[in-house]
């Protein structure tokens, strides 16, 4: 072992002597001295594996063709011996079928081995060859004439034995040549693998040592890195603490604003929606005072227009019961006037007003249901009515104005019990999807013609049901152009809208989901179809729970 150790010391010495090279200019040596030799040696050793492939792969064709060209000769040979004997036409046609197989085995063999077929020897069995064939043909052709015993004579005759003779021995001559051309390509061969076999231990030789060498110069290199990796993940074990330790105060952080910024988002929700809430009681407030004052006289001054003008009417009838000829300047008056029409049409004008003034009340009074500025509580309320007092006020928009047609409602309302609710934000949620659903609407048919519109008339419905014994349903759904479901994750984000800009907030239905979901404990979503329409669901439970 130990003097093993000091050879390979003795050999690294006598390799760094006289090279004062850099380790890298080493390596890089000797990868090209293993380039140099390797290329050469391949290259010896390919042409040693393609000789042998070639030497064995024609040996097999040649032997194979030698016994076929042995094989058809015998057959042919039979055949032309066998038609002069019998007679029988079957031989010949047998000798025509077989001489082309042994023209193309001959063709092929001379292919293969064309040396062997270009001596005098071969030229000789040619000719033999084709005297036989000759004297086969006229033996042939001497059946074919009735004169069999001449063609069996011609074929036994020491003429055609001894061309027979020729070509057989030419035929072996040939065989020789073939197997001595075969002898010298072993020949090469040997002498290629020799000269592989000597290449490849001078390669070695060179070799072993530069890349002992080189692996040395490796080791010391691995050494050298494990220790530089050593202290590189020391100094990435420290940096990732510190980065963990910044990502962990990054993400603190970030979760703080991003709670600030849902506050401040909230807030700012809730700072409109108040305002918005405040901007609409005040207006509803000063609407409903400035026409409730009024309508009251109205209401209730219209009965004693009605006593007063039945007595009067009476009055006049009486005048005409017992003055029959009045002087002619009242019957001149009483044409001019029309009293028939004026007695018959005055107690219709009377029943039109005190229809108006109701018409008004409940105007007012669907106002006050709406916005609910006296009830900020919690209350059970009728959500029908607040439905009802929703398309009051959104009435306007449902009638046909110029190209926008007629919105349908229809009610398809259930018994529901009485909701605890905040019955004025309720309201409001209402008002949002109704009007949305509204312009959804309008802008279906701007892009629909008269046709279609008629064949599919815009509608909404509305439909409310009992789920169970503690949650109701509110379904708001209309036929128009459904919402493209890339968007429908986004619906219920504050300032997200699809309207032109002044056209939108988007807090409509980002407020109506606080509501619902925050404040009444419930749920709001939405189902859509795109091109059949969009269905927005509230489920409220009955009985108040603290959100």
């Not at 599919?456 to 379904?475: D, K, M, Y």
Request: proline share 3%; aromatic share 8%; hydrophobic share 40%.
């Amino acid at each position: 072992m130990l003097q093993k150790q000091k050879i390979k010391s003795i050999l690294f010495k006598f390799i760094r002597i006289p090279f004062k090279l850099l380790p890298s200019q080493v390596i890089s040596i000797t990868v090209v001295l293993t380039l140099f030799l390797f290329v050469p040696q391949t290259w010896i050793t390919w042409q040693a594996y393609n000789d042998f492939n070639s030497i064995i792969k024609n040996e097999l064709r040649l032997q194979n063709l030698s016994d076929k060209i042995t094989y058809y000769d015998e057959v042919l040979t039979m055949s032309a011996r066998m038609n002069a004997a019998t007679g029988n036409s079957v031989w010949e046609t047998r000798y025509r079928q077989f001489e082309p197989l042994l023209d193309a085995a001959i063709k092929e063999s001379i292919k293969l081995a064309p040396d062997a077929y270009n001596s005098q020897d071969a030229k000789a069995t040619d000719i033999a060859n084709q005297r036989l064939v000759a004297m086969e043909y006229q033996s042939f052709d001497l059946v074919n004439k009735g004169e069999k015993l001449a063609a069996a004579s011609l074929i036994s005759s020491n003429k055609y034995e001894s061309e027979k003779q020729k070509y057989a021995s030419g035929v072996k001559k040939i065989n020789q040549r073939i197997s001595k051309q075969i002898y010298n390509r072993v020949s090469n061969y040997r002498k290629y693998l020799l000269w592989s076999i000597c290449g490849s231990f001078i390669s070695l030789a060179f070799l072993i040592p530069s890349w002992l060498l080189v692996l040395r110069l490796l080791k010391n290199y691995l050494k050298t890195s494990k220790l530089a990796q050593k202290t590189l993940k020391n100094i990435n074990h420290e940096l990732e603490v510190r980065v963990e330790k910044r990502a962990e105060e990054l993400q603190y952080k970030n979760i703080q604003l991003t709670q600030t910024l849902q506050r401040l988002q909230q807030a700012q929700i809730q700072l409109i929606q108040t305002e918005k809430m405040s901007s609409l009681g005040e207006m509803v407030a000063g609407i409903a005072h400035e026409i409730n004052n009024p309508i009251t006289f109205v209401k209730c001054n219209i009965e004693y227009v009605k006593e007063y003008s039945i007595n009067l009417l009476d009055l006049v009838r009486l005048y005409q019961r017992y003055y029959m000829q009045p002087p002619e300047i009242i019957q001149t008056k009483i044409k001019d006037i029309d009293l028939e029409f004026i007695q018959e049409d005055f107690t219709k004008i009377l029943q039109s007003i005190e229809v108006g003034t109701d018409r008004v009340e409940q105007i007012v009074k669907s106002l006050r249901n709406f916005s609910r500025l006296d009830e900020a509580e919690i209350k059970a309320v009728d959500i029908h009515e607040g439905i009802d007092g929703t398309l009051m006020i959104l009435s306007h928009r449902l009638k046909a104005v110029n190209k926008n047609p007629h919105i349908s409602i229809i009610k398809e309302y259930a018994l529901l019990p009485m909701v605890e609710c905040y019955p004025g934000l309720l309201n409001q949620v209402f008002m949002n999807i109704l009007a949305n659903a509204i312009d959804s609407l309008y802008e279906y048919n701007v892009q629909r013609t008269v046709d279609e519109i008629q064949d599919n008339p815009s509608e909404i419905r509305i439909c409310t049901h009992q789920l169970n014994e503690s949650w109701i349903q509110v379904r708001i759904i209309d036929n128009g152009t459904g919402i493209p479901e890339n968007i429908r994750d986004k619906l219920f984000n504050p300032f997200f809208t699809t309207k032109p800009v002044g056209q939108g907030t988007g807090l409509g239905l980002s407020i109506s989901y606080q509501i619902i979901v925050d404040k009444h404990s419930g749920k709001l979503y939405c189902n859509s179809t795109q091109g059949k329409g969009t269905e927005f669901v509230i489920e409220v439970p009955i009985i108040h729970r603290l959100a």
